[in-house]
């Protein structure tokens, strides 16, 4: 089976822009979610999604948003970048919701914001 | 609620023992163990579920302490693969899946 999927793996933006990543899960998985991780702060939890609803969301602003399809594949959007943005982005896909399914990381997306 | 791990670093020599804790103020339904490589992704360990149930996966074992809300991680004779950044998360509830902000291993000839 072909793992999790991302897209773009690096991008470089300029505060004020905005950026959609997206994720395509591994075949069969129908939850998808997604972590910020920084140095030092580990892996922060932005969203969690499980057959296009939203199931959980963690403490971030509402700048950040996201959404999943039909087909599982989903995305995600920061408007109004700003300099602590600057993460790497990773997405997981799992094939049931919550907790008890261990998760399966894609490489990642590098975001800098300048 | 993000949970605690302990150490934050560790530093071995090939063929030793380590324990990573994790632990949570609040009752815990799971906890999950991750390993993430310098410059790639984390990748599943195992899960464990309150019952106090201790799982293994070749001379890495794990155990939850319901009691306690408090879960180990044994890599035993630890070889220099075991090198990483070990994260323990944790769902209290039917909440979000909540990481640990990591524990680094180095594993040294």
């Known amino acids: 089976k072909a793992g999790v999927t991302q897209t773009p793996r690096y991008l470089i933006k300029t505060r004020g822009q905005q950026v959609t990543l997206s994720c395509s899960p591994i075949?069969?998985?129908?939850?998808v979610s997604w972590y910020q991780q920084t140095p030092g702060q580990g892996l922060q939890f932005l969203f969690e999604y499980f057959s296009e609803t939203q199931r959980n969301k963690g403490n971030f602003p509402g700048r950040f948003s996201g959404r999943q399809f039909s087909n599982s594949r989903s995305e995600m959007n920061v408007s109004t970048l700003e300099l602590g943005d600057s993460a790497l982005y990773l997405c997981?896909?799992?094939?049931?919701?919550?907790?008890?399914?261990?998760?399966?990381f894609g490489p990642g997306t590098r975001l800098t914001v300048t | 609620q993000q949970p605690v791990q302990s150490p934050q670093a560790v530093i071995l020599r090939e063929g030793e023992d380590a324990v990573i804790n994790c632990s949570s103020s609040?009752?815990?339904?799971?906890v999950h163990w991750y390993r993430q490589k310098h410059g790639e992704a984390p990748v599943f360990l195992m899960i464990l579920l309150k019952g106090g149930e201790q799982k293994g996966h070749e001379k890495i074992s794990a155990s939850f302490n319901e009691k306690k809300q408090q879960s180990s991680l044994y890599l035993t004779a630890s070889q220099l693969s075991y090198s990483g950044t070990y994260f323990c998360g944790t769902v209290i509830g039917n909440e979000k899946l909540t990481f640990g902000t990591g524990t680094r291993l180095t594993i040294i000839p």
């Open positions: 997981a896909s799992s094939s049931g919701a919550g907790r008890a399914y261990e998760q399966y």
């Open positions: 075949s069969g998985h129908r939850s």
């Open positions: 609040k009752a815990l339904y799971s």
